[in-house]
């Protein structure tokens, strides 16, 4: 049985900002991200990460819609 998730994580898509292929699969809490933003003004996303079609290091941005 599978358990009941605990807190205001979030699942979200990586997709490349290059290539625009969809990679990863991550979670986030989202009330951590809004406090960041109102203290600091800035975002944990877009992440560095690696894509495979474009063979390199890329910016990988958020994505509601997962596959």
């Known amino acids: 049985m599978a358990k009941k998730k605990k ?3 979030q699942a979200t898509g990586l997709k490349c900002k ?3 292929n969809f990679n990863y ?3 986030y809490n989202k ?3 809004q406090l960041k ?3 600091t003004g800035e975002s ?3 992440l560095m990460k690696y894509c495979k079609r474009c063979r390199k290091s890329t910016e990988h ?3 509601k819609k997962l596959k």
């Open 18 to 20: 290059v290539c625009s």
């Open 44 to 46: 944990t996303f877009p």
């Open 7 to 9: 807190g205001p994580r």
């Open 37 to 39: 933003k109102q203290t």
């Open 31 to 33: 009330m951590n991200e």
């Open 25 to 27: 699969i991550t979670e």
């Open 61 to 63: 941005v958020m994505s």
